[in-house]
């Protein structure tokens, strides 16, 4: 792939342009999600009013991971899982919606959630099951014009803000196999949201269970019987590359703030960092760190389409690293960091633990990882003699 002169401008004018959109405004909304446990819809306005949406959807339906991994980069360092996982949710819709939306009113929705007009959420996880989606109870059967859909889903973040709720749905009551999910938008209008749970963290997510049984036309089909998983795991694998990303950003905040506390405090007449106990663990955790983000620096690189079993991959990986530079986070602050408010360690390290939940749970992504494991028969042949 050759780079051009225009794509290096177009990346540095993006990264100006994510960091004139998280200003003082932006960043003060940020802090009053995180106090409150609400979702600020004006993230997702200001984000799409500095047309970020816009230049990261530009070229079609396969976004340009540069400006992928910029932008979850740049939320992971807001600090706030909340606002990081919001609003890659919502991109994650829009991934979606690109690639498969075919309507008018489908066409007319991803320009809106692009202009951040409109809030886009997924429900898939029903409390049946979240890994194992051949579980799927909601169905959509065909009424004259469109649709009847009914069913329930167990976690829907953004589910009280957003205008749009893209569900996976069985499209036929009987039908039970995989191959018949489908996806399709329900206006919020038409779903009953229960309460946003408690979580341990990540509060302002607003993640809710929602009910649901309407009519809906036969234009807010966005994927087909068959194709409903194909949809979902799209949107799952921008998904996954943004919480990558996300990790990268948060663990560069959080290990920033805890060397400095390394190089501040004293134990022992001498200060923290300067044990080499200490000192080596948080080597290792940058070397690791610096790993993933050049990682993900190269699968943007090498002008690949990102397969689902990469994404997977990394997600997974990034994950673990994030919660184990969390945990080494809130050791370094020790006692002040175990207690609430002193330090914002304690805050990161509960939050980080969504990373290994949200947009499937390590195992799941591992099992997708080992169906590409590749086994070199010839060379086995060659070299064992057992
Ligand atoms: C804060 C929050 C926000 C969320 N937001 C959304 C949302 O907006 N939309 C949405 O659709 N969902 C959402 N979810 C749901 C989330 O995607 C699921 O929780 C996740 O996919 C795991 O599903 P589960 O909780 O049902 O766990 P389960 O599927 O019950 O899995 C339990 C454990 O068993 C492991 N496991 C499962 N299957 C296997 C296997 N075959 N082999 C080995 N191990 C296995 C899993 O990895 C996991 O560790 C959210 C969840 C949280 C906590």
């Given amino acids: 792939m050759t780079v051009t002169i225009s794509d290096v401008d177009e990346r540095v004018e993006f990264s100006t342009l994510l960091d004139s959109v998280f200003d003082e405004r932006v960043n003060g909304l940020i802090e009053e999600a995180d106090r409150t446990g609400t979702f600020p819809r004006q993230i997702i306005a200001a984000l799409g009013d500095a047309e970020v949406f816009a230049r990261k959807w530009q070229r079609g339906h396969v976004p340009d991971l540069h400006l ?46 692009i202009r951040g007009d409109a809030v886009v959420c997924l429900g898939a996880s029903e409390a ?34 957003a205008d749009v709720v893209l569900v996976v749905v069985r499209a036929g009551d009987t039908a039970r196999s995989a191959g018949e999910l489908a996806l399709i938008a329900l206006d919020r209008n038409d779903v009953e949201v229960g309460p946003a749970y408690e979580k341990l963290g990540a509060h302002c997510l607003e993640t809710a269970p929602i009910t ?8 807010a089909l ?4 068959g194709t ?59 070397a690791r760190l610096d790993v993933l983000r050049w990682a993900l620096q190269g699968l943007a690189a090498s002008g ?14 990034a994950a673990r690293l994030g919660e184990e530079v969390m945990s080494e986070c809130l050791h370094v602050f020790a006692g002040a960091g175990y207690l609430v408010g002193q330090a914002p360690v304690e805050k990161w390290w509960r939050e980080m633990k ?24 010839d060379g086995y042949a060659r070299t064992v003699s057992e």
Avoid at 149 to 154: L, S
Avoid at 355 to 373: F, K
């Fill in 68 to 113: 992928l991994f910029a932008l979850a980069e740049r939320l992971g360092r807001t600090g706030s899982a909340g606002i990081s996982v919001g609003v890659s949710l919502h991109d994650s819709a829009i991934a979606i919606l690109r690639r498969f939306a075919r309507s008018d009113m489908l066409v007319d929705l991803t320009e809106r959630a």
């Fill in 304 to 317: 690949q389409v990102p397969s689902i079993r990469a994404a997977s991959g990394l997600k997974v990986t």
């Fill in 128 to 161: 049946g099951g979240g890994s194992d989606l051949q579980v799927v109870q909601s169905t959509a059967t065909p009424v004259p014009g469109g649709y009847r859909v009914r069913g329930a889903k167990k976690f829907v973040s953004l589910s009280t803000v």
């Fill in 212 to 219: 649901f049984d309407v009519e809906v036309p036969a234009e």
């Fill in 228 to 286: 409903g998983l194909a949809a979902l795991s799209w949107g799952l694998a921008q998904e996954r590359l943004s919480i990558a990303g996300q990790v990268v950003g948060a663990c560069d905040l959080a290990m920033g703030i805890t060397v400095a506390r390394l190089k501040s405090r004293e134990q022992f007449g001498s200060r923290l960092f300067d044990h080499q106990a200490l000192r080596l663990r948080f080597a290792d955790l940058q």
């Fill in 354 to 377: 969504l990373a290994r939940v949200g947009g499937g749970a390590d195992e799941v992504l591992w099992e997708l990882v080992a169906t590409g494991l590749t086994p070199d028969f």
């Fill in 222 to 225: 966005v994927a087909r019987a």
